[in-house]
């Protein structure tokens, strides 16, 4: 079975300090990697996704995360962070084919204090 | 990417009743997934939908207290039954993105409150 580990689970920093959030899977086979991002009273959205080739990928908003497999590990990563960036950051990891649910970490909570 | 409505938004009901959480895409899509997410927990799947054939249900939730009807390709619905304050949470659904995208769109979840 697959499970992610999301170690921070509040982060507070202030505006234009460099952001890395942590995210761990375990799982045998190749996976489909996801950070998704829950703005206060908004629905889950997308940030970026990892599915193969070049293991650092580039999202919206200018984060990006980096597919390390020997460690299994996607950080999320993002050098200077706004206060419109507040928000819940949820790891995911599917075991790709389309069929499979999501697998989700805990999640962070993100504050970015002015 | 498709966009995803749920009804109703938010509900209060009382325990021991069921309530029945609809799913509607804009556009037609194979998958459609069905996920809980307690009080200041992550989300948890619950079961995958796929028209026309009985939803799999993941370990953990079982078909007589979260039956799943897909009667075609941009309609589910979940139902909630015989509830009790532990089923307090948001009940979203999600589809996947087509084309063997392997990315899954949230919708905007239904608030279920249990008293």
């Known amino acids: 079975a697959q499970s992610v580990s999301q170690h921070n689970h509040h982060v507070i920093l202030s505006e234009a300090a460099s952001l890395e959030l942590g995210c761990n899977y375990s799982y045998g086979g190749t996976v489909n990697l996801f950070w998704y991002v829950q703005y206060p009273g908004q629905h889950l959205q997308l940030l970026l996704k990892?599915?193969?080739?070049?293991?650092l990928v580039k999202g919206i908003k200018g984060f990006e995360a980096e597919f390390i497999k020997s460690k299994f590990s996607f950080n999320l990563r993002k050098p200077s962070v706004q206060w419109s960036d507040t928000a819940e950051y949820f790891c995911a990891v599917s075991s790709g084919g389309g069929a499979d649910g999501l697998t989700f970490g805990k999640g962070t909570h993100l504050i970015i204090q002015p | 990417s498709a966009v995803i409505s749920q009804k109703p938004s938010r509900d209060i009901c009382q325990r021991g009743t069921s309530l029945t959480i609809q799913c509607q895409v804009d556009s037609q899509v194979t998958m459609m997934f069905w996920y809980r997410q307690q009080p200041g927990q992550s989300l948890t799947l619950i079961a995958t939908a796929n028209q026309g054939s009985e939803a799999t249900y993941e370990s953990g939730f079982v078909i007589d207290k979260f039956p799943i009807s897909r009667p075609n390709l941009t309609f589910s619905t979940l139902t909630v039954s015989n509830m009790s304050p532990e089923d307090s949470s948001i009940y979203l659904c999600?589809?996947?993105?087509?084309?063997?995208?392997?990315?899954?769109?949230f919708g905007p979840g239904t608030r279920l409150t249990v008293l």
């Open positions: 999600s589809v996947d993105g087509g084309s063997g995208s392997d990315t899954q769109y």
């Open positions: 990892y599915f193969s080739g070049d293991p």
